[in-house]
């Protein structure tokens, strides 16, 4: 008796002081190695006690949001006298608070300052699609010379304050972006190539290809830590610099998402203290910037749920750009105005009598994947594979993910280009793993199939028997444009009359030591399919029944 009752309370004892623990352990945050905070100067409170100087033209302003804050404009920055912490070779954590428009600009960068990028110099910067050639405008990306990617996926340059993390643990090499305090990380390939003895941290400043010119906007609380923060503890800092976040944010389409399907749903993370959520829309920024929560043909109403419309979709036009803003109503009364944000649709199925198929995977729900050539030749996703839960952030617009193992795309009763035809194909694709088909069709016989794929590594084309491939690997985890084309001939053969393409360019073909004169006499018999046996990401592919010239694959 004495001893079960003991044994409960200790039982209990145990209890309450392990979840007591977790909740202290995950909340309590390390002290910063550095840490500035910009009130009314450049003081380091970290445990560091590196100052900064104010560089160029960078001031120290009072923000009627977050009070006094680092302003910059595109030639000033901070200049901080050591390189904090290693960041790279070990783990560490950028967090901040920034406020800006613009893209192409660097947050923070670990250099030695002669604006050259070099080998393992570092920077955190707001990306711009132009330079990157990806489509990731306004996204947080943390990038080393040499060192390749962390990416994030939200954009963050609505003009608001976004309080945004980079991430990472070395030893496990797991790189994590976090915005507004959830994680919103696109890729990693970051290798943690060790940092530059003698490099320095600089603030607002551009020392890398990847932006152009120092910082624009605001700036407040950099804080850098030699240890990679949780989630929790991430939010938790956000929360104990701003106190509840009552803006409405992570919207869905992003700001700045191109290629957006006719038919959606807009969606938002709704403010800390939100109950009702007015809702403005329409395709004139100032209207939907200014407009209040009287009728207007912008105001959309006041609602519980944090999605537009409540019920259905909405229907879109091709090719414009639309804009929305969310008023956030707090349990306290108050209202907190949104940022205008704005997506452009996609564009209109072209007319080009050539094109006899074009899968653009920009769709987000169900197993249809629409034809954006003039026959409308839909594909259907197969082996588990999804819109909802395969659709990601495409090379334009979205992509599909492949499992590699039952995914595919089937065509149903589209036979691709047959016989001895002229014919290109493409296809963006990003991918580790180098097998798997691209696009295939034929009669399952000897020169009879037309396959673009993974031939022993490599990116090439096989009639079954026979092949043709490239020389240069591109399953390095990044966008690679890939298209062959049949020229015209009376009996085409892959030596003699196909081409392959790299991203635009003629591509070298591997040596396999054999003149290969297979025929290509293309049987009619299996449906198109695309990306079986592939397992990665692919967008945009394309069939013509004509050979492109070199121009036109290098606008595809
Ligand atoms: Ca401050
Ligand atoms: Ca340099
Ligand atoms: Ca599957
Ligand atoms: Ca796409």
């Known amino acids: 008796m004495y001893g079960k009752r003991n044994h409960l309370v200790l039982l209990a004892v145990v209890l309450i002081s392990c979840l007591a623990r977790s909740t202290v352990l995950e909340a309590k945050i390390p002290e910063a190695v550095g840490f500035w905070r910009f009130e009314g100067d450049t003081t380091d409170s970290g445990k560091g ?183 929790g503890q991430l939010a938790e800092l956000m929360r104990s610099q701003s106190g509840p976040i009552t803006r409405a944010t992570n919207p869905n389409p992003e700001h700045g998402a191109t290629e957006v399907p006719l038919q959606v749903v807009l969606t938002w993370r709704p403010g800390d203290l939100a109950t009702k959520h007015d809702v403005y829309f329409g395709t004139d920024p100032e209207d939907v910037a200014s407009a209040t929560a009287e009728p207007s043909s912008v105001y959309k109403g006041r609602q519980d749920t944090n999605r537009y419309p409540t019920e259905g979709q909405l229907k879109l036009d091709y090719a414009r750009t639309y804009c929305w803003r969310i008023d956030e109503h707090n349990r306290d009364g108050t209202v907190t105005k949104g940022a205008v944000w704005s997506f ?48 990601v952030r495409g090379r334009a617009g979205k992509a599909l993910r492949l499992d590699g193992k039952d995914d595919y795309i089937e065509i149903a009763g589209f036979k691709g280009v047959t016989g001895t035809r002229p014919r290109t194909v493409s296809a963006w694709i990003k991918t580790t793993a180098p097998r798997g088909e691209i696009i295939s069709w034929g009669t399952d016989e000897h020169g009879e199939m037309w396959i673009l794929g993974f031939i022993r590594g490599r990116v090439g084309v096989t009639p079954n028997g026979g092949y043709l491939y490239m020389n240069d690997p591109v399953h390095d985890g990044r966008w690679h444009h890939v298209a062959a084309v049949v020229h015209e001939a009376q009996l085409p053969n892959l030596h003699d009359h196909v081409k392959l393409y790299k991203d635009g360019n003629i591509a070298e073909i591997h040596d396999i030591g054999l003149l290969d004169l297979w025929p290509i006499e293309t049987g009619a018999d299996l449906d198109v399919r695309i990306g079986k046996g592939f397992n990665g990401l692919i967008d945009d592919v394309r069939i013509y029944d004509r050979a492109l010239s070199e121009d036109e694959i290098q606008a595809l």
């Open 344 to 391: 452009s649709t996609d564009t209109m199925p072209t007319t080009d009598p050539d094109n006899v198929g074009w899968w653009k995977l920009n769709d987000i729900s169900g197993k249809t994947a629409a034809d954006f050539s003039k026959h409308a030749r839909k594909g259907t996703l197969k082996g588990g594979l999804s819109f909802d839960r395969d659709s």
């Open 49 to 231: 006690g590196n100052n900064g100087t104010l560089k160029g033209a960078a001031t120290l302003v009072t923000d009627p949001e977050r009070g006094n804050c680092l302003q910059l404009d595109g030639e000033g920055y901070v200049d901080i006298p050591s390189g904090v912490t290693e960041l790279a070779d070990a783990d560490f954590t950028i967090a901040v608070w920034i406020k800006t428009t613009r893209i192409g600009i660097p947050i923070l960068s670990k250099s030695n300052g002669n604006i050259e990028w070099e080998t393992r110099e570092k920077e955190l910067y707001v990306a711009d699609s132009e330079i990157s050639e990806h489509d990731n405008n306004g996204t947080v990306e943390y990038v080393g010379h040499g060192c390749d990617w962390i990416r994030g996926s939200a954009p963050v340059h609505d003009g608001h304050w976004r309080h945004i993390a980079v991430t990472w643990e070395a030893e496990a090499e797991e790189g994590r972006i976090y915005v507004d305090g959830a994680e919103q990380t696109d890729e990693v390939g970051f290798n943690g190539g060790p940092d530059n003895v003698g490099d320095t941290v600089r603030i607002g400043f551009s020392e890398s290809a990847h932006s152009r010119g120092n910082f624009v906007g605001q700036i407040d609380d950099l804080a850098i830590f030699d240890v990679a923060l949780t989630a």
